[in-house]
C-alpha cells in the first residue's frame, strides 16, 4: 500500500502528516523550526523528526517507502532546495514554497489571493490552475507584516524612545527591562532567529499599546496595498492563514471578499502528494522545486 507524506514547514515549526491512498491521515507529527533558507540542516533535521513522529503514531510504513511533497519556507532559494533534496531519505520528493501548498489547502483548485502571516509572511495568487508566489524572501529584505518584522519594528521603537525620539509607552518600557536596557536589546538583535523576534508580536497586535497600535497599523497598511495591488481589478475572494492571519483579517474586514480556508497548507500538500503518485501533472509553480525519481 501507498503512503503519503505532507510537510508544512515554517519559521516557528514544522507539522507533518501520514495518510494512506484514500486520503485518511494516519499520524500526525510535529518539530521545530523549517526555514530552509535559514538553516537547511537544521531545517532537515526538524522535517525528518516530524516525519518520524508521524510515522510512529501512524504505526505503519518507513521513511523510504513515502510519496512526500514540503511545503517549505525558503523554499524559494534554489540552491537551498537543492541542498535539501539531497538530504532527503524519501521514495520520491517534492519540494515546494509553503505559498504554493497553502493555496492548494486553502483554495483547492479554486482562483483567489491566499495571505499566511505568521514568523515569516508570504502572499500567493491562484487563477486559471496557477499558482504564483509573491514575497516571502526573509525578515531582513521582506515578509511584510510577519511577526518577525513586527518584532523588529517594535524593538527598534524601544531604542529610538530611549535615544528621545518617540514618546515611551508600557510595551516599549517593559521591552526594554525585559531584555535588559540598550546594550541587551542591540545583543538580542545580533544573535535572534526570526521566531524569536516573532515572540513579541501577540503584545503588539493585542491593540492595548500606542506603540504597538502604530506598529500594526502600519503592517496592515502595507499589506492591505499588496493585496489591492494583486487583485489587478479582479475580485478575487482573499483567504487569510497563520497565526497572525486573523488579526489582519479583522482590521481588512470588507475591502475584498474574505473566505474561510477549506483545509490547511498540510492538507494541501497531502492533496498535492497523492496528485504526484497518481501521475497528475500539476502547474509548474513559480517557486523553487526539486523531485527525486522513485528508486
Known sequence: MAYFLGIDGGGSGCRAAVADGSGRILGRGAAGPA?????????????LAAARAALQQAGRGRLEELTAVLGLAGANVTAAARRLQ????????RILTDAATAAA??????????????????????????????????????????GAVLGRALLAEALRTEDGFAPTTPLLRAVLD????????????????????????PRIVAGTDPAGERIFAAAVAQLGEMIQTLQAGRDLPVVFLGGLGPHYA???????????????????ALHLARRDEAGVNDPPPPAAQAERSPR
Not at 35 to 47: L, W
Not at 117 to 141: E, I
Request: charged content about 15%; some cysteine; hydrophobic content about 45%.
Open 105 to 146: 489547502g486553502a483554495l483547492g483548485d479554486a482562483d483567489g489571493i491566499v495571505v499566511a502571516v505568521g514568523t515569516g509572511s508570504v502572499l500567493a495568487v491562484q487563477a486559471g490552475g496557477a499558482v504564483r508566489q509573491y514575497g516571502g524572501r526573509g525578515f531582513l529584505l521582506g515578509d511584510e507584516g510577519s
Open 250 to 268: 479583522a482590521r481588512l474586514q470588507g475591502r475584498w471578499r474574505l473566505q474561510a480556508p477549506l483545509g490547511t497548507g498540510l492538507d494541501g
Open 178 to 201: 525585559q531584555l535588559g536596557g540598550v546594550e541587551g536589546v542591540i545583543g538580542f538583535g545580533l544573535r535572534a532567529r526570526p521566531a524569536e523576534f516573532a515572540a513579541f508580536a
Open 86 to 93: 539531497a538530504m532527503l531519505p524519501f521514495r520520491r520528493a
Open 35 to 47: 526555514n530552509i533558507s535559514v538553516e537547511t540542516e537544521g531545517a532537515c533535521a526538524n522535517i
